[in-house]
């Protein structure tokens, strides 16, 4: 079981920020109920730090509560140089996850995902790693995360013949990239697989930040993970009306998104980041409010619609 709300550690938790603002936001976290924290190998900046930073006030603050907690990390994206450092093969995913577990002084973790499908390794062979990793007690469940609706049913079943059943997809999901809702929460569904939906914000585009321009020191204004051309003035016109909304139904805009994420049964958490104590806490204050009424929906499907910015595309077209 996890929590409504999830935290996620990809951004603000390497060495660009204060550890002990870190360590404010994941005491905060568990304070009001986040029971899980997820991560992956190369989080940070630099790579690795976030597993770093997170296994210090692991050790420090909540090594006490281990049993209390669901750590979840991943392997997938690119990690050090050379051919076995990217990707889906076992041997990337068994000596990433050994990585991973010493950064974070941990003997286990709870969930670990296949962060993303891997077209050039067969299939068979990632599933297979996935097998081995809960098998040897290193990860307690497996994950994937941006499959295919098709290659999720795929890995389903490889899963399931090898005896280790794949326990939660993680997709990205938000009110401005719906494509999960185009077969994948089916697949779940039936097949009794969780579904954890990052980037329910769409990379901070439904909080509100960006309505009167692109920030300073914001996200798309560094040209990262988010660019300041996938925020068109198109984008904005709909993100001002799903703001109304949220006005009108007394939350703020990313209220409204995290809450409209959770409206779906099928959904069973959304993962924030945090960049403050008070964004965290104004973000879980969306717990408990996933429902809407059919005029509300309605309006909000006027509006929460498809915005360029699923940049995870490429691994789930496959």
Known sequence: MLPEVSLG??????????????????????????????????YGP???SAEINFGRIMREDLRPYRDELIISTKAG?????????DHGSRKYLLASLDQSLSRMGLEYVDIFYSHRFDPDTPLEETMGALDTAVRSGKALYAGISSYSAERTQEAISLLRQMGTPLLIHQPSYSMLNRWIEGGLLDVLDREGVGCIAFSPLAQGVLTGKYLGGVPAGSRAAQNGSLSSDQISERTLVHVRALAAIAASRGQSLAQLALSWALRDQRVTSVLIGASSVTQLEEN??????????????AAIDRDAVEAGIN??????AH
Do not use: C
């Open 9 to 42: 550690l990809w951004q603000n938790f390497g060495d660009g920020k204060p550890l002990e603002d870190q360590r404010a936001i994941l005491r905060r976290a568990f304070d009001l109920g986040v029971t899980h924290f997820d991560l992956a190998n190369n």
């Open 46 to 48: 630099p790579y690795g």
């Open 77 to 85: 994206y690119d990690m050090w140089p050379g051919p076995y450092g």
């Open 284 to 297: 879980l204050a969306a717990a408990g409010r996933a429902s809407f009424t059919d005029d509300e929906l």
């Open 311 to 316: 940049i995870w595309a490429d691994s789930s």
